[in-house]
């Protein structure tokens, strides 16, 4: 660590009013021994230059020095290699220097020199979210006052202060320095106020951003987004009962508003895996419509997900219709795929083949599973002919037939006498794998035999062997009764000798 600086005259954990401001460096110097608390959280890990691909070599050499050079020596260092940096370099160079944040300044007030100390608005706010990730305070607040002195300070200066204290479980003084912000040229508007409740909820600390926020309301009127924010945060710490609060909080201060999709969307995520989280949610899905109000597509696409693994169609087809009919979103290939096995698991095939054929019209282009399922429940319903008309649709649009639905159509298509198409099957197998093939190879033989299309049968089972694929000692059995019973001994006899010599 590099040469110790005066102990500032406050606590290194709360931002400085600015009337306080008696320091004069105009660079930012971390200080150890004030920044940090022994109770702050363990610095973060940050990404390192040594896993970028393709770096700069000028932005390499940079970081190298930065990484691998005591603060006290860092800027003779720089001075030796002779090299001149862009505002670009700087940028570059610091964000990936933040686990070396005492070189890393001492990097920024060096080439301030050759900037003619006029860093960019970025370069600034990189050294004071560096500094106050790694939790020295005191140094970012006077690196504020730095900016602040040249008009450079902004929402998002104040934003990465925010997280910084956030991150260091301060959320206290991430709301002091909220309530200060206005002291140093940034308005504490509602944009601000989204800003740290979003930094509070990130964190996992939603319910701290619901106080704060009950608690400023009064002089700062949240918006759409407020709300969207904190619901969000319920979403992902699953918290059903404080997201009904806040929406209901949410409905009082702004109403019902159609364009605060986010909200909606994560509001109805978190009741759906609550116990009897399936019924809450058709009800207020049944309430936003009735406002004219919708989730967005991650909810409908959970929804309808839920609802295939209870065989809820007609849950399922509410869902579908408000989604389509008010245009709140287009469906994409994944939720057709849904609705599809849906509509298949409840033997709707003239439905599911209809939804495929309307996919093309919403924008949506079905791939491999969206045929491979209506192939494999068409062929366990035995409907050769819409399995077949599928089958062949699927290969002439280049998706690929799961092996083990052809290996079903194959044997399906043979028990009920249509060799035409189990040959075809069989066929497209053989050139598109290339293992597991011996089982359904066997079949198809047996199965011409049986159907007493034996010069067939001959002519699939010498395929076989001169594809190296194995033919059974039963198969070749019954293809010799049928061949001397036909008087057709020689042939078996050929037949044999091809087999016995592979």
């Known amino acids: 660590m590099g040469k110790k600086h005066k102990r500032p005259n406050r606590t290194s954990s709360s931002p400085p009013p600015l009337r306080h401001d008696h320091h004069k460096r105009r660079h930012p110097s971390p200080n150890a021994d004030s920044a940090r608390h022994h109770q702050t959280p363990k610095v973060p890990t940050f990404p390192s230059y040594l896993e970028i691909p393709n770096l700069p070599p000028k932005v390499r050499l940079l970081c190298d020095i930065i990484a691998n050079t005591s603060s006290s020596t860092v800027e003779r260092v720089l001075d030796d290699t002779a090299i001149r940096v862009s505002s670009q370099d700087v940028e570059d160079a610091l964000k990936l220097s933040y686990g070396s944040p005492s070189s890393a300044v001492k990097f920024f007030r060096w080439s301030g020199h050759q900037l003619n100390d006029n860093h960019s608005p970025y370069a600034w706010n990189l050294v004071v979210d560096m500094l106050g990730k790694n939790f020295f305070f005191d140094a970012m607040w006077d690196a504020v006052k730095s900016m602040r002195k040249k008009g450079l300070q902004s929402l998002a200066t104040f934003a990465s202060i925010f997280s910084s204290y956030v991150i260091a479980d301060r959320v206290r003084e991430a709301i002091m320095a909220f309530d200060v912000m206005e002291q140093y040229g940034c308005p504490r508007d509602v944009v601000a106020l989204n800003s740290l409740v979003s930094a509070i909820c990130r964190d996992g600390k939603t319910m701290q951003a619901a106080d704060f926020l009950r608690s400023v309301k009064e002089l700062i009127r949240p918006d759409a987004d407020t709300y969207a924010i904190l619901l969000e945060g319920w979403e992902n710490e699953g918290n059903s009962g404080a997201a009904k609060q806040t929406f209901d909080e949410m409905v009082i201060d702004i109403g019902w508003d159609p364009g605060n999709v986010a909200a909606y969307d994560s509001f109805l995520n978190t009741l759906l895996p609550a116990p009897d989280g399936r019924r809450e949610v058709m009800k207020f899905f049944q309430t936003m419509r009735d406002r004219g109000c919708s989730p967005g597509i991650k909810f409908y696409r959970i929804a309808i997900q839920e609802c295939v693994k209870t065989n809820d169609l007609k849950g399922a087809q509410l869902l579908w219709e408000t989604m389509l009919s008010r245009n709140i979103c287009r469906p994409d290939t994944k939720l057709y795929n849904s609705m599809i096995a849906l509509h298949c698991s409840c033997d709707e095939s003239n439905l599911a083949r209809g939804m495929l054929d309307e996919m093309v019209c919403n924008g949506a282009f079905p791939n491999s599973e969206t045929y491979n399922v209506l192939f ?127």
């Open 376 to 502: 494999k429940f068409l062929i366990r319903r035995r409907k050769l002919e819409e399995a077949f008309s599928i089958f062949n649709e699927m290969v002439q649009n280049e998706c690929i037939p799961d092996q083990a639905n052809c290996n079903a159509a194959v044997r399906t298509f043979l028990d009920l006498g249509d060799a035409y198409k189990a040959i075809k099957v069989w066929k497209y197998i053989i050139e598109n794998y290339d293992s597991d093939l011996e089982g359904t190879g066997n079949l198809v033989v047996a199965g011409l035999r049986d159907l007493d299309r034996i010069p067939e049968a001959v002519k699939y089972a010498e395929d076989m062997i001169a594809r190296g694929i194995k033919l059974s000692s039963s198969t070749l059995s019954k293809l010799k009764h049928a061949l001397v019973e036909a008087g057709k001994g020689p042939v078996y006899d050929e037949l044999l000798r091809k087999w016995k010599t592979r």
